[in-house]
């Protein structure tokens, strides 16, 4: 299951967080300055996993931005890692060349797209097409 | 462009939206918290409006700063207020914040549960599915109970968009309100074949979690599942369904022998990183569970082991970590298929990343052996000694430390060898883990009686060369040996060459800087060393000298007498004294060596954790009688006068003692043992004050075998290690004729039934090898009914108990969910309702006599489906394997041709399973390496795609994913390139967009 989800800047700022798991709100920011320390102390040589407290951690990093996963033992890392990749090529086509500015401006729509794709701690979707059919359908609704 | 289509008409309303917010906390570098805060004032004002448009805007700004840290719950009810809005645009930014903000202590929850009702059951999809996402992060008990009959009507919506997210929500809702897991578990098994895949994959997601906390209430599904998997392309699926058997089979072994054959198949046909991974872990836990009975065990343990080498070998560091964790666990098993990829594995300490050296450390822990123990020691001392972080040396030398001490010294031939390494590792700088060393000291100078005198030689030189260890970096933990080799000195003194010299380091002003308990250990030993010098001046007719060392005494002592700590200075005090007291003795040329050393008569044997338990109660003896009644609670708060308390005392207790039932004495038996564990003067299971440093436990009655050494013991000064190297081979050179007489010698023992160090796991070659010391006191002598770990190991508090129910039990009327009684929101019309599809409708609402007698048909169909299962269960598992190509011929077909349309991970071009993306991601890399610049992909779309992307209808052409891009993008190829983002960015039209993009 995966606990949490965050998108976080080199300079340690978050641009997204989801939690699947209620963590109080001062904890969180605890936590991301964590994660995202023992995200930027890696180097590219070193693999994406990392042993945090009582969860792993599974990171890619995208220009400037880390996206990271806190999941449970029990969570397959790899997948994990390929839905990431997977989450970004979907808020590449929705945003045609996403930026952090647009994960930024339009957060409200980047909570769609994962909701639609991560419920509960489950992947539950990874069609681009289909994840992206209700946000396609707000777009037009809130144009008319 | 997508910008100014957020900005409608409304948006323009109102002053500052979520794009304005975020650019002005950007512009406000200096003075951020000021700024947003001055915001969150704008946003309270909005929030009073009674605009929805603007309350929704003021909320979803609010979203954007709780993401940056700020509480937000004091908007909570505003956030309900949007939550309710009747147009989907503002009904989402209330769910979204919601779900982002409100939790089980959440107050105001309680009034959503009729919203959430409403809306769940509502026409649109998108309402409900916003509805059921929301939910999932902040349901509590009562809206799970509240709502369980709704969520569970949805799990058989029409469309699949529903299904699929009921179906996991459920998951949530047993958690929180575990009564409806039964009611509801029929319609969710019906989910596992769902002719749409996404429902099916979410049912094997809630499944899966269910079943890996509770495993045996699952059993009998697994047939199902074995058809699924054998039938699924869906790799999503697969993984969680391979992980799904991996916690049945322990339970049923039968199983096991089912799945090896299905999975190995996987396992050479996948191309899939992740679901090969996954394949081999559910092998290694299959492997597990079986006796090892099975014909091609070692065959699959083998191909496992094959498949690892190649992650291991792979150039991506990712793959080669996952392959050492996996081949850590068929080590815990298997410990010799692992064994012949020492190379590989050793090769693995040399890599660049710190992870993939840890998990390379954990594995060579299974590896070592009596042959190969002390190369790899000296491979990870040569580690210890180039290691950059302090952290990469501390696992390091607790990894030396725990192989070298594993299963009772069982590898270790050379105990020399091993107290030479300790060492070697007092030198470190700056380690946590002295206090580790000094434990290993301790428990190898006490348990090896041999190896005492060697001991005592190294550790007077430690003490001798305490300034190196103490000083060169104060306070560190490496000190904490010293308190080990004080204490060996001190207590083997016998041994000591030079006791004199040891005395007088031992008293060195410089001692007074150490920690306070190592100090207190000092004073203590310098005693026994005081007592063992007298006896020796005084057998050799030297008064003088043993005046000497008196006067040595009394001048050092004082230094300790002002020490800071407590227990120094006590000790010192009385030392101080009684040193004196002899002085006066020795004056008057009284003898009394004798009388000194009586004071350390005697050896310290250690004990075995719970050794208490090997003493029999004697006969006759009721420990929980009590000797003297206590007053009860009541008459102690009594304020009578104490005689006639006392006699009423007696009085009661009298009348209480036929009382005195089963259940009292058990609760009594319970408070006593916790008064003794409480209890610092009750001796307790835990080590003695000696022995507080033993790891191991041991019982002091174990007969100890005395071995002779074949390796003198004059070794002088500080050795190195690598010379024992050198040693063992002349030694087993040497030994190989002996062989065969120790073997005989080794049955005699055997037949003696003398306890000897734990062997099952020796192998042949091993055996050749004999220590060359013994180790006495063995682990496998614990008392009958104690174990190392005796406590219950169950949460109590665990949420996943409460799910643990039978769930092939005919559901009973009075588990029946709650369904709502009032009318409500659903039944009034509402106006959006006019334009509900017909068939959408009646679906929704089955009216409620109908609905119960359908039930009740499908619980009796149910029921009798699953008795019929229990016993097929059995039948299935005793069968061979289905061939995997089962016809099931009208189902499957329908299921693969909706697959084809409809698959959330068709195995075609566009959305590839996870393992084969990785491939393509990885070759990739290597290709475009260079290419790609930014984290804007380097396709350019032309407007007729654009405006396909557009079209939800359209699905992706074959063409178009072909075009795309697949980044890998090495961080600091990039990191040049997105650093112009983070400065100040006045507004979006300076951003550089290509033109065609927008």
Known sequence: MIQFFLMVNKQGQTRLSKYYEHVEINKRTLLETEVIRSGLSRSNEQCSFIEFKDFKLIYRQYATLFIVVGVNDTENEMTIYEFIHNFVEVLDEYFSRVSELDIMFNLDKVHIILDEMVLNGCIVETNRARILAPLLILDKMSES | ?998
């Open chain 2, 1 to 998: 462009m997508a910008l100014k289509m957020v900005k409608g008409s409304i948006d323009r309303m109102f002053d500052k939206n979520l794009q304005d917010l975020v650019r002005g906390i950007r512009n406000h570098k200096e003075d951020e918290a000021k700024y947003i805060s001055q915001c969150i004032d704008e946003i309270k004002q909005e929030l009073k409006q009674d605009n929805i448009a603007v309350k929704a805007n003021a909320v979803c700004k609010l979203t954007y700063l709780q993401m940056l840290g700020y509480d937000i719950s004091w908007a909570a009810f505003n956030i309900i207020e949007v939550m309710s809005a009747s147009k989907f645009t503002f009904k989402r930014i209330g769910y979204l914040a919601a779900s982002q903000c409100f939790h089980e202590g959440t107050d105001v929850i309680m009034l959503t549960t009729n919203q959430i009702r409403k809306d769940l059951s509502s026409p649109s999809q998108y309402d409900t599915g916003v509805a059921l996402t929301g939910l999932s992060c902040f349901v509590t008990p009562d809206l799970a109970r509240d709502l369980a009959n709704d969520i569970m009507t949805l799990m058989s919506h029409t469309k699949p968009y529903i299904r699929k997210k009921a179906v996991l929500i459920m998951y949530k809702v047993f958690l929180k309100y575990p009564e409806s897991l039964r009611p509801a578990f029929p319609r969710l098994k019906e989910k596992l074949e769902d002719p749409d895949p996404g429902v099916q994959s979410a049912a094997v997601n809630v499944i899966c979690e269910l079943a890996r906390r509770n495993p045996k209430n699952y059993l009998s599904l697994a047939p199902l599942f074995f058809k699924l998997m054998t039938s699924s392309t869906n790799n999503w699926v697969l993984i969680k369904i391979i992980k799904l058997f991996g916690a049945l089979t322990p339970l049923e072994p039968r199983l096991g022998k089912k799945l090896i054959e299905p999975l190995t198949n996987l396992i050479h046909s996948t191309s899939a990183m992740s679901l090969l991974y996954e394949c081999v872990n559910t092998v290694i836990a299959v492997l597990i569970s079986l006796s090892s009975g099975m014909p091609n065990h070692s065959a699959s343990i083998q191909l496992c082991v094959q498949k690892l080498r190649i992650l291991i070998e792979d150039s991506d560091q990712n793959l080669k970590y996952l392959g050492l964790l996996a081949m850590s666990k068929i080590l815990r098993t298997h410990p010799k298929s692992v064994q012949a990829h020492k190379d590989l594995v050793l090769q693995c300490l040399d890599d660049k990343d710190e992870s993939i050296r840890l998990r390379a450390l954990d594995l060579l822990y299974g590896m070592v052996s009596k042959k190969n123990l002390v190369e790899i020691v000296k491979k990870l001392m040569s580690h210890v000694d180039k290691a950059e972080g302090t952290t990469y040396r501390d696992e390091l030398l607790t990894k030396i430390i725990d192989i070298c001490s594993q299963c009772n010294y069982q590898h270790i031939t050379n105990f020399q060898w091993y107290i030479s390494v300790l060492v070697e590792l007092t030198r470190l700088e700056g380690t946590r883990h002295g206090h580790l060393i000094a434990a290993q000291m301790l428990d190898v100078a006490i348990r090896v009686k041999a190896i005492r005198k060697f001991a005592v030689s190294q550790m007077s030189a430690l003490l001798d060369s305490a300034h190196l260890v103490a000083s060169s970096t104060q306070r560190n933990g490496i000190c904490e040996v010293l308190y080990a080799a004080a204490w060996i000195c001190g207590e083997f003194s016998e041994h000591l060459q030079e006791p004199q010299q040891t005395l007088e380091a031992m008293l060195r002003p410089k001692v007074t800087t150490l920690p306070g308990h190592i100090q207190a250990v000092y004073v203590q030993n310098v005693v026994k060393l005081y007592a063992s010098i007298l006896q020796q001046k005084e057998q050799a007719a030297e008064p003088e000298a043993a005046q000497d060392v008196t006067q040595l005494m009394v001048e050092r002592l004082p230094q300790f007498v002002q020490s800071a700590d407590l227990e120094v200075q006590e000790r010192a005090s009385c030392v101080l004294q009684l040193v004196k007291h002899i002085q006066k003795l020795q004056a008057k040329d009284v003898p009394v060596a004798e009388e000194v050393s009586a004071l350390f008569a005697g050896e310290l044997n250690p004990v075995a954790p719970k050794a208490q338990k090997k003493v029999p109660v004697p006969e006759g003896l009721d420990l929980d009688a009590w000797i003297n009644e206590p007053p009860s609670d009541s008459e102690s708060e009594d304020e009578k006068p104490k005689a006639i308390f006392h006699d009423e005392e007696q009085r009661h207790a009298k009348q209480r003692q036929p009382e005195a039932e089963e259940e009292e004495l058990a609760r009594r038996r319970e408070a006593r043992k916790q008064e003794q564990a409480n209890n610092p003067f009750y001796i307790k299971s835990s080590p003695s004050p000696q022995k507080r440093y033993q790891d191991m436990p041991g019982v002091e009655h174990i007969p100890v075998v005395q071995i002779d050494l074949s390796v003198p013991l004059k070794v002088p000064g500080m050795p190195v290690s690598d010379q024992y190297v050198k040693l063992q081979e002349e030694r087993e050179h040497r030994q190989r004729p002996e062989k065969d007489r120790r073997r005989r010698k080794k049955k005699d023992k055997d037949k003696r039934g003398k306890p000897r160090r734990h062997s099952s796991l020796h192998t042949e070659s091993d055996e050749d090898i004999a220590p060359a010391q013994r180790v006495d006191i063995v682990t496998e002598e614990m008392p009958e009914n104690a174990l190392p770990s005796d406590e219950d190991d169950k949460d109590p508090n665990d949420p996943y108990r409460a799910l643990d129910v039978d769930l092939d039990r005919p559901l009973a009327d009075s588990e029946r969910l709650p369904v709502q009684k009032h009318r409500n929101a659903e039944t009034t019309k509402s106006p959006e309702k006019e334009d509900v599809p017909f068939v959408e409708k009646k679906i929704k609402k089955p009216r409620k006599k109908e609905k119960k007698h359908r039930e009740k048909e499908r619980e009796k169909k149910e029921k009798r489906k699953e008795e019929k299962e229990g016993e097929d269960f059995d039948f299935w598992l005793s069968t061979a394997p289905l061939p995997a190509a089962a016809p099931a011929p009208a189902p499957v077909r329908a299921r693969e041709s909706l697959e084809r349309t409809l698959s959330p991970l068709p195995l075609r071009e566009g959305a590839r399973s996870p393992g084969e993306r990785s491939e393509a991601t990885r070759t990739r890399t290597e290709t475009m390496s260079g290419t790609p610049r930014r984290l804007r992909s380097i396709r350019r779309r032309s407007p007729r795609r654009r405006r396909r992307r557009r079209d939800p209808r359209t699905r992706r052409s074959p063409r178009r994913s072909s075009l795309q891009v697949k980044r890998r993008q090495s961080p600091w190829r990039t990191a040049r390139s997105l650093t112009s983002l983070s400065r100040p960015c006045p507004a979006t039209a300076s951003w550089p967009r290509t033109p065609t993009s927008r």
